[in-house]
C-alpha cells in the first residue's frame, strides 16, 4: 500500500561455455536499499569431474552490516542422490576467520551431471530385441509410416544401447528386412563399433540373399530359421538392350559417344555389352565381391576359398546346409531368443524393447541452443524439382551458409545424375558453404556423374566401398521415326519459321507420352553436337579438376565417363575416406571445433513429411496414400522407372547431353534383392 517493493536478481557466466566453470553474482534490494544496506553475493562453481562440485561465494548478507559470509562448498552427486556440505566463515574482532556454522543439503533427483554407479558398476543382464522389419532408408514420413527404418535412428540407437551399461547385447530379428548394399554396409560397421565395447550382437534371419547374409554376418552368434534358406551366386552386372526391339517398330537409333567408358545410351543404341563397358563393370562387382568376402571370412573365421567354393558349387543353402558349411551358428526360431542365448552365454538374459533403452544421463547443462551440424540429403536424379531438387537445395545450401548457429553441413548425396543446371546450382553453393564452414560429403549407393559433380567442391569426401562414383563424362543420343510411321500408322506433319526449327519435332506415342522426331540430323547439326557435348566434358573435368585440386589432365586420364567402386576411387584421388554418414557427421564436427557429440545437434533436410505421398498426385492410389500413408520409397521409385526417366528426360529435351550413369549402376541391378526361394 506505501508503494514498497523488493527484487531479487541473479546473473550466470560460464566462461568456457560447458558447466565446468560457471561464475555467478546476485542482489537483493527494496526502495529503501542504496550500494551500501542492499544484499549481494558473488562467487564461481567447478565441476572437475561429473559428480563432484567445488564452489565459493563471498557475501554481504545483512543490511545493517558491512560484514561478509565467506561460504566453501563441497558435494558430491551418485546417480539420484546428492549431498553437499557448506561451512561458513566470517571475521572476527582480530580479523581472522572462523567458521560461524555449516550448512548440510541432501538432494535427490538427477538435476546435474552425476557420477554415475550403473554405468560403471551395473552388471549388464540386457539383450535388446529389435524387431528390423521393413527397408532401410534415409527418412520416412512422421506418420503412418511403419515400413521403413531410417538409417540415422538405427545408427543412434546401436550408439545408445553401446553406452547403456544395463545392456549386455543386442539380438536383431531380420525377417522382413531389406536395404541397399551401401545402407546395409553403414549400419554393419556399426555393430562392428558395437561389438568393440565388448557386448555381443545376435542375429536371426529366414531367407538371404548375398548382402542380406554379409550384413548377418557381423553377429557374434547367427541363427536361422528351420525353413529358411540362403543363396549366394554371386554378383552380376548386367542390363536389357532395347535396339532389336526399337527396330522392329520402327524408331531409329544413334548414339552420340565421344567417351570410351560413358555406357549410359548404350541400352538403347546396341544389342550387347561394349568392351569398355564390360571391362568396368567388371572391375566394379570385382571390387564388391572382394570387399564381401574379406569382412565374412574374418567375421565367420572361414578361409577366402572356401567362401568362394560355396559361392560356386553350392550356392544353395537351406537350414542344414548352411549350418554344416558354417554359414550359420544353429538353427532355431526366433521365439528361441532367450534359450538360445542363455545357452550362448550361460546366462539368462534379461530381453528389453527399444523404449527401455538409456539415451540421457542426467540433464542438460548448456545454457544457450546448442550449434548444428546440417545434414542436406540430394537423393535421385540430378532434377531442378524432382530427385536431387537442385531448386531447393541451391536455396537452402545459401540459407545454411548464413545461419551463425548451422557450424557444418554434410550432404548425403545418392544420385544417378541426369541434368547438369541442378549439379551446378548445388555445386556452386556448396563452395559458398565451403568458404564460411566445413562442407561435407557422404556419398551412397550411386554418386556417378551428376552424383558426382555435386560431391566435387566438398572439404573432403566420405564413400564406402559400395559405392558406385565417377563416371565423369557427358553422353547423348538421338531416337527418330524411321519407320514407325509405317508399322504404326501413325503420321505427324507441320509448318515451320526456322532452318532447324522441326528437328525435334515428330509422332507422339500415346499413352506414355515420348514425341519421336521425324528425322535424323544433319552432318552440320551432327558437328555441333559433338562440339557440344565435348564442351559439356571440358567444362566437366575442369570444374573437378578445381574442386579436387588436381589437374585437368589427369581428371581426363581418370574420367571417359569411367564409374569406379568407392575403394578404387580413394586411389584415383576422387574422393577421400572410407566411411559412412556418421563418420561424415563426426568429422564435420570436429573440424567446426565441436568437441563432443552431445554438444551438437543434427538437423536433417529437407523436413520428414506429414504422409508419405506425392500431393502432386492424382487418383485412387494418391487417395490411398493419403488416407493410409502408403507410397514407394524414393530410392526404390528411383531404381524401378530408371530406363524410362532417361527415355522421358530425351524426350522433353532431344539432343541435349546427360550426365547420368547406366541403369545396371543403380543398387537393385547387382543385389538380388528380395530373392524368392522354397525349399527343393
Request: aromatic content about 10%; overall charge neutral.
Amino acid at each position: 500500500d506505501d508503494g514498497d517493493y523488493r527484487a531479487i536478481s541473479d546473473i550466470g557466466i560460464r566462461p568456457l561455455g560447458t558447466h565446468r566453470l560457471t561464475v555467478f553474482a546476485d542482489a537483493a534490494y527494496s526502495r529503501f536499499d542504496n550500494p551500501t544496506t542492499m544484499q549481494w553475493g558473488a562467487g564461481l562453481e567447478v565441476q572437475p569431474l561429473d559428480g563432484i562440485n567445488l564452489a565459493f561465494k563471498l557475501s554481504k548478507p545483512y543490511a545493517d552490516t558491512q560484514d561478509k559470509l565467506y561460504s566453501l562448498s563441497l558435494g558430491l552427486s551418485v546417480d539420484g542422490l546428492g549431498f553437499n556440505v557448506v561451512p561458513h566463515y566470517v571475521k572476527n574482532k582480530d580479523d581472522k576467520y572462523e567458521r560461524s556454522n555449516t550448512s548440510y543439503m541432501l538432494r535427490l533427483g538427477e538435476q546435474q551431471p552425476t557420477f554415475s554407479a550403473d554405468k560403471y558398476f551395473k552388471k549388464r543382464t540386457n539383450v535388446l530385441s529389435v524387431p528390423m522389419k521393413g527397408t532401410l532408408t534415409y527418412q520416412k514420413a512422421r506418420w503412418f509410416d511403419k515400413e521403413r527404418i531410417t538409417l540415422l535412428e538405427t545408427l543412434n540407437l546401436i550408439e545408445n544401447a553401446k553406452n547403456d551399461p544395463k545392456i549386455a547385447g543386442i539380438a536383431l530379428n531380420l525377417s522382413g528386412f531389406d536395404g541397399s548394399r551401401e545402407l546395409l554396409w553403414e549400419v554393419r560397421e556399426k555393430l562392428v563399433d558395437f561389438k568393440s565395447s565388448g557386448k555381443k550382437v545376435y542375429m536371426y534371419m529366414d531367407r538371404a540373399d548375398m548382402y542380406g547374409y554379409y550384413f548377418a554376418t557381423v553377429a557374434d552368434h547367427l541363427w536361422m530359421d528351420p525353413q529358411g534358406a540362403i543363396v549366394l551366386p554371386g554378383f552380376v552386372a548386367g542390363r536389357t538392350f532395347y535396339k532389336g526391339f526399337l527396330e522392329k517398330i520402327g524408331i531409329g537409333v544413334e548414339e552420340w559417344r565421344y567417351f570410351d567408358y560413358k555406357s549410359a545410351f548404350e541400352a538403347f543404341a546396341r544389342k550387347d555389352m561394349s568392351p569398355k563397358d564390360k571391362e568396368q563393370r567388371l572391375d566394379m562387382i570385382s571390387d564388391f565381391f572382394d570387399q564381401w568376402s574379406k569382412d565374412i571370412c574374418m567375421a565367420r573365421g572361414i578361409t577366402e576359398a572356401d567362401l568362394r567354393k560355396h559361392v560356386d558349387s553350392t550356392f544353395y543353402f537351406n537350414a542344414e546346409s548352411a549350418k554344416s558349411a558354417g554359414l550359420v551358428d544353429s538353427i532355431a526360431r526366433w521365439d528361441n531368443l532367450s534359450d538360445l542365448i542363455e545357452h550362448v552365454s550361460g546366462k539368462k538374459p534379461d530381453v528389453i524393447k527399444k523404449d527401455k533403452v538409456r539415451t540421457e544421463w542426467f540433464a542438460d547443462q548448456l545454457w544457450c541452443k546448442k550449434p548444428e551440424v546440417a545434414i542436406v540429403y540430394a537423393l535421385g536424379e540430378c532434377d531442378m524439382d524432382t530427385g536431387i531438387r537442385g531448386r531447393y537445395t541451391s536455396k537452402l545450401l545459401s540459407r545454411l551458409a548464413k545461419d551463425k548457429n548451422v557450424k557444418a553441413v554434410v550432404l548425403r548425396a545418392d544420385s544417378p545424375g541426369g541434368d547438369a543446371l541442378p549439379s551446378d546450382l548445388v555445386a556452386e553453393k556448396m563452395d559458398k558453404v565451403s568458404e564460411k564452414k566445413p562442407m561435407i560429403v557422404s556419398q551412397g549407393n550411386v554418386a556417378g556423374s551428376g552424383g558426382y559433380w555435386i560431391s566435387m567442391n566438398a572439404d573432403r569426401i566420405f564413400t564406402s566401398p559400395f559405392t558406385v562414383t565417377g563416371s565423369i563424362g557427358v553422353i547423348g543420343g538421338w531416337f527418330w521415326n524411321e519407320k514407325l510411321s509405317d508399322k504404326t500408322g501413325f503420321t505427324s506433319d507441320f509448318v515451320k519459321v526456322g532452318e532447324h526449327a522441326e528437328l525435334g519435332f515428330g509422332i507422339t506415342i500415346p499413352l506414355i507420352g515420348l514425341q519421336v522426331p521425324d528425322r535424323n540430323l544433319t552432318t552440320e547439326e551432327h558437328a555441333f553436337v559433338e562440339k557440344m557435348i565435348k564442351g559439356f566434358y571440358r567444362e566437366f573435368t575442369a570444374k573437378v579438376a578445381t574442386g579436387r585440386n588436381l589437374e585437368q589432365s589427369y581428371v581426363d586420364s581418370v574420367g571417359q565417363g569411367h564409374v569406379y567402386s568407392g575403394n578404387r576411387a580413394i586411389g584415383l584421388k576422387l574422393v577421400d575416406e572410407i566411411g559412412g554418414l556418421e563418420q561424415a557427421i563426426s568429422y564435420a564436427r570436429k573440424q567446426a571445433k565441436i568437441k563432443s557429440a552431445k554438444d551438437v545437434n543434427i538437423v536433417e533436410y529437407p523436413k520428414p513429411s506429414l504422409f508419405t505421398l506425392n500431393l502432386g498426385g492424382s487418383g485412387p492410389m494418391s487417395l490411398y496414400a493419403m488416407l493410409f500413408g502408403k507410397s514407394v520409397d524414393l530410392a526404390t521409385a528411383v531404381q524401378s522407372d530408371y530406363e524410362l526417366s532417361m527415355l522421358k528426360r530425351l524426350s522433353k529435351n532431344p539432343g541435349m547431353p546427360i550426365h547420368m550413369v547406366a541403369p545396371e549402376d543403380l543398387p537393385s541391378e547387382d543385389s538380388h534383392r528380395k530373392t524368392s526361394v522354397s525349399a527343393p
